[in-house]
Nanobody, 126 residues
Framework: QVQLVESGGGLVQAGGSLRLSCAAS????????MGWFRQAPAKEREFLVA????????YYSDSVKGRFTISRDNTKNTVYLQMDSLKPEDTAVYYC???????????????????WGQGTQVTVSS
């Protein structure tokens, strides 16, 4: 099993920045892809960005490309989501997720991911 714990959410004004962290533990060597999703009230969960756990290729959704950046600290088994130029429409619960599938693809759909963090609230005020 893999355990994921997010942190770093909070309240920020429009135009501000936040950095989310996702600490992984357990069978981390089995992780293929790490992704970030979000879910706003009354909306479906939305893919934001993902990267290979080993590093290298990343994939961003158009809604966050140029504003959000995913990165990883190998020594801490932690993935980060740096969020800049935040907008009120970015308000949501943010989740990190781990895909253990060895198929070699970065999936954009939530049901392909095997483990999820508990979520962290991000609120952007106007």
């Amino acid at each position: 099993q893999v355990q994921l714990v997010e942190s770093g959410g909070g309240l920020v004004q429009a135009g501000g920045s936040l950095r989310l962290s996702c600490a992984a533990s357990g069978r981390t060597l089995s992780i293929n892809v790490m992704g970030w999703f979000r879910q706003a009230p009354a909306k479906e969960r939305e893919f934001l960005v993902a990267m290979y756990w080993s590093g290298g290729t990343t994939y961003y959704s158009d809604s966050v490309k140029g504003r959000f950046t995913i990165s990883r600290d190998n020594t801490k088994n932690t993935v980060y989501l740096q969020m800049d130029s935040l907008k009120p429409e970015d308000t949501a619960v943010y989740y990190c997720a781990a895909d253990l599938s060895p198929n070699g693809f970065i999936s954009l759909v939530d049901y392909e991911y095997d483990y999820w963090g508990q979520g962290t609230q991000v609120t952007v005020s106007s």
